[in-house]
C-alpha cells in the first residue's frame, strides 16, 4: 500500500494552561512504567476534514493539558502548552476493510505516528496521525506516552475529543468528563532515577510477530459454562479470565515447545511462565476512583505457572484451572495490596530482589493487557463509532485484548517470537475458539 504524509502539524490547547497548572507532577506508578509509547488505532467507515479535527483536538488538549506539555527528570510534566504533533496522511491504494481483515502489522504501523520497536525517544507526549483511505474510511492512529497515560486514559481521552468534535449541537455536553488529577496525592512520587529506560526495548521488538485472533462471543460462552460446570468452585469467571486461560494454556504449550528437540537452543529448558495481568485500579481503591482520572492507576496480578515437560502437555491443559488462578491473583490487587505495594514501596524491594537474582534463563514472562469495557468504541467524532480497534506496535510477548465491535467478543493481540508463535497458533485451544488474522510477516 502506498502510504503519502501531507501535512504535519503543530496543535496547541485553545486556552492557555492557567500557571498554578503549569506543573504535573508524576505519580509513583507514573514513574515505574516504560518510557515509551503505546498506540491505538481507530477505523472509521467514513470520516470528515482534517479542520474539524484539529480545531476539536486543540480543546480537548486544554482539559488534557499534560499531553501538550514536556516531560521532565521521570518526575512531572511541565504544562508549558509546547503542543502534539498532527500528521495527516493518504492511502491512495488500498482497501480499508482488506487492511482491517488481514490485520498485518507492516500495515498497521504504517497507521501510526511512531515505531516503539525502533527507539524509545519520547519528544511529544501526544502524537495523532489521521489517515484517509481512497475508499472513503479513514483511521486515526494515536500514541500516547506510557509515562503520562494508560489505556484508560487514553480511552477517555478519545471519547472527549469526539465529544468536542460533535459540538454542543449534538445533545449530548452533559456527557462532557474531562480529566481528574490526583494520583499523585494517593501515590506521592519518589526521588529515584528513570528505572525503566531500557523496559520499552525489551517491549518491543522488530523480530517479533503480532497477530489478532478473535474470539466469538459465543465460543467464549461456551467455554465458560464449560469451566462453571467442572469447577463449580470458581463461580463465574469474567470473558478477559477465559480468554486470557486460552491464551496462557497455548502459550505454555509453545514455550515448551521452544527448547524441546530443537538443534538451536543449547540453554537449559525453560521450566516457568510468570504472567502479569495489568489491573485498572480505579474500581479497586477504597472509595474508587473516577473513572477519568488521569494517568497510571494501574498494578498487576501476577501468575508463576510451571511448564509441564511431557509431551503430552497440548492434551492436559485445564482451563478451569487456570481461569481459576486468574481469577484468584486478579482479586488479590485490592486497595490494601496496592497501598502496601506503592505506597509503602514494597516494590522496590521486589524488584531489588529481582535484580539482584538476575533474570533466570529458565522463566519467560508475558504480560497480558486488558483494554475491554474501556470507551475506545464511543470516540464518535460526527461520522459514527469505530468499526474496528487495531494496535500497530510490534510488542514481544504480550498480549492485548480489545472488545469486538458489537459483539461480545474478543479481539486478542498477541505478540511473539516466530518460533513460538507458529506453535502457539496451532495449539488445540487457539484453533477450536478463536480465528487468527492473515499476517505472515
Same mark, same amino acid.
Given at each position: 500500500?502506498?502510504?503519502?504524509?501531507?501535512?504535519?502539524?503543530?496543535?496547541?490547547?485553545?486556552?492557555?494552561?492557567?500557571?498554578?497548572?503549569?506543573?504535573?507532577?508524576?505519580?509513583?506508578?507514573?514513574?515505574?512504567?516504560?518510557?515509551?509509547?503505546?498506540?491505538?488505532?481507530?477505523?472509521?467507515?467514513?470520516?470528515?476534514?482534517?479542520?474539524?479535527?484539529?480545531?476539536?483536538?486543540?480543546?480537548?488538549?486544554?482539559?488534557?493539558?499534560?499531553?501538550?506539555?514536556?516531560?521532565?527528570?521521570?518526575?512531572?510534566?511541565?504544562?508549558?502548552?509546547?503542543?502534539?504533533?498532527?500528521?495527516?496522511?493518504?492511502?491512495?491504494?488500498?482497501?480499508?476493510?482488506?487492511?482491517?481483515?488481514?490485520?498485518?502489522?507492516?500495515?498497521?504501523?504504517?497507521?501510526?505516528?511512531?515505531?516503539?520497536?525502533?527507539?524509545?525517544?519520547?519528544?511529544?507526549?501526544?502524537?495523532?496521525?489521521?489517515?484517509?483511505?481512497?475508499?472513503?474510511?479513514?483511521?486515526?492512529?494515536?500514541?500516547?506516552?506510557?509515562?503520562?497515560?494508560?489505556?484508560?486514559?487514553?480511552?477517555?481521552?478519545?471519547?472527549?475529543?469526539?465529544?468536542?468534535?460533535?459540538?454542543?449541537?449534538?445533545?449530548?455536553?452533559?456527557?462532557?468528563?474531562?480529566?481528574?488529577?490526583?494520583?499523585?496525592?494517593?501515590?506521592?512520587?519518589?526521588?529515584?532515577?528513570?528505572?525503566?529506560?531500557?523496559?520499552?526495548?525489551?517491549?518491543?521488538?522488530?523480530?517479533?510477530?503480532?497477530?489478532?485472533?478473535?474470539?466469538?462471543?459465543?465460543?467464549?460462552?461456551?467455554?465458560?459454562?464449560?469451566?462453571?460446570?467442572?469447577?463449580?468452585?470458581?463461580?463465574?469467571?469474567?470473558?478477559?479470565?477465559?480468554?486470557?486461560?486460552?491464551?496462557?494454556?497455548?502459550?505454555?504449550?509453545?514455550?515448551?515447545?521452544?527448547?524441546?528437540?530443537?538443534?538451536?537452543?543449547?540453554?537449559?529448558?525453560?521450566?516457568?511462565?510468570?504472567?502479569?495481568?495489568?489491573?485498572?485500579?480505579?474500581?479497586?481503591?477504597?472509595?474508587?476512583?473516577?473513572?477519568? $482520572?488521569?494517568?497510571?492507576?494501574?498494578?498487576?496480578?501476577?501468575?508463576?505457572?510451571?511448564?509441564?515437560?511431557?509431551?503430552?502437555?497440548?492434551?492436559?491443559?485445564?482451563?478451569?484451572?487456570?481461569?481459576?488462578?486468574?481469577?484468584?491473583?486478579?482479586?488479590?490487587?485490592?486497595?490494601?495490596?496496592?497501598?502496601?505495594?506503592?505506597?509503602?514501596?514494597?516494590?522496590?524491594?521486589?524488584?531489588?530482589?529481582?535484580?539482584?537474582?538476575?533474570?533466570?534463563? $529458565?522463566?519467560?514472562?508475558?504480560?497480558?493487557? $486488558?483494554?475491554?469495557?474501556?470507551?475506545?468504541?464511543?470516540?464518535?467524532?460526527?461520522?459514527?463509532?469505530?468499526?474496528?480497534?487495531?494496535?500497530?506496535?510490534?510488542?514481544?510477548?504480550?498480549?492485548?485484548?480489545?472488545?469486538?465491535?458489537?459483539?461480545?467478543?474478543?479481539?486478542?493481540?498477541?505478540?511473539?517470537?516466530?518460533?513460538?508463535?507458529?506453535?502457539?497458533?496451532?495449539?488445540?485451544?487457539?484453533?477450536?475458539?478463536? $480465528?487468527?488474522?492473515?499476517?505472515?510477516?
Amino acid at each position: 500500500m502506498e502510504l503519502r504524509i501531507s501535512s504535519t502539524e503543530n496543535i496547541k490547547p485553545s486556552s492557555p494552561t492557567p500557571d498554578h497548572q503549569r506543573t504535573h507532577k508524576l505519580s509513583f506508578i507514573d514513574q515505574l512504567n516504560p518510557g515509551a509509547y503505546f498506540s491505538i488505532i481507530l477505523f472509521y467507515s467514513a470520516g470528515a476534514s482534517s479542520e474539524r479535527l484539529k480545531k476539536s483536538l486543540s480543546e480537548t488538549l486544554t482539559h488534557f493539558y499534560p499531553f501538550a506539555g514536556q516531560f521532565k527528570d521521570n518526575h512531572f510534566v511541565d504544562c508549558d502548552d509546547h503542543g502534539v504533533t498532527f500528521i495527516e496522511a493518504h492511502f491512495h491504494r488500498g482497501d480499508m476493510s482488506e487492511v482491517i481483515q488481514q490485520a498485518k502489522t507492516n500495515i498497521l504501523e504504517q497507521l501510526i505516528p511512531c515505531k516503539p520497536h525502533e527507539s524509545t525517544r519520547v519528544e511529544h507526549n501526544l502524537i495523532v496521525q489521521v489517515n484517509y483511505f481512497g475508499c472513503g474510511g479513514m483511521a486515526i492512529g494515536v500514541c500516547f506516552h506510557h509515562k503520562v497515560a494508560d489505556a484508560a486514559t487514553a480511552a477517555n481521552f478519545l471519547k472527549t475529543w469526539g465529544l468536542h468534535a460533535r459540538g454542543a449541537g449534538a445533545g449530548d455536553t452533559n456527557d462532557f468528563k474531562h480529566a481528574i488529577y490526583d494520583s499523585n496525592s494517593i501515590f506521592p512520587a519518589q526521588d529515584l532515577p528513570d528505572m525503566s529506560v531500557n523496559l520499552g526495548l525489551v517491549l518491543f521488538s522488530l523480530d517479533s510477530v503480532v497477530k489478532r485472533f478473535t474470539f466469538e462471543g459465543e465460543k467464549i460462552a461456551s467455554l465458560r459454562e464449560k469451566i462453571v460446570q467442572a469447577e463449580p468452585g470458581l463461580g463465574r469467571p469474567s470473558r478477559v479470565e477465559v480468554v486470557s486461560s486460552v491464551i496462557l494454556g497455548a502459550l505454555l504449550a509453545a514455550y515448551r515447545g521452544s527448547r524441546d528437540g530443537d538443534e538451536e537452543f543449547t540453554t537449559a529448558p525453560l521450566t516457568h511462565v510468570t504472567a502479569i495481568i495489568a489491573v485498572n485500579l480505579r474500581k479497586r481503591m477504597n472509595p474508587p476512583l473516577p473513572e477519568e $482520572s488521569f494517568g497510571n492507576i494501574c498494578s498487576a496480578a501476577f501468575l508463576n505457572l510451571p511448564i509441564d515437560r511431557d509431551h503430552d502437555h497440548e492434551k492436559k491443559i485445564n482451563h478451569g484451572s487456570l481461569a481459576g488462578q486468574l481469577h484468584q491473583s486478579i482479586r488479590m490487587v485490592d486497595d490494601q495490596f496496592v497501598r502496601k505495594l506503592y505506597v509503602e514501596g514494597e516494590i522496590l524491594n521486589i524488584r531489588k530482589a529481582v535484580e539482584a537474582q538476575g533474570s533466570p534463563k $529458565s522463566n519467560k514472562v508475558f504480560v497480558i493487557s $486488558s483494554w475491554c469495557k474501556m470507551p475506545f468504541y464511543e470516540a464518535d467524532f460526527g461520522w459514527g463509532k469505530p468499526v474496528s480497534i487495531g494496535v500497530g506496535t510490534r510488542f514481544t510477548e504480550a498480549a492485548v485484548l480489545v472488545d469486538g465491535c458489537q459483539t461480545d467478543g474478543i479481539e486478542a493481540w498477541v505478540g511473539l517470537s516466530k518460533q513460538d508463535m507458529a506453535r502457539f497458533e496451532q495449539h488445540p485451544g487457539i484453533l477450536a475458539y478463536t $480465528s487468527s488474522s492473515t499476517d505472515k510477516a
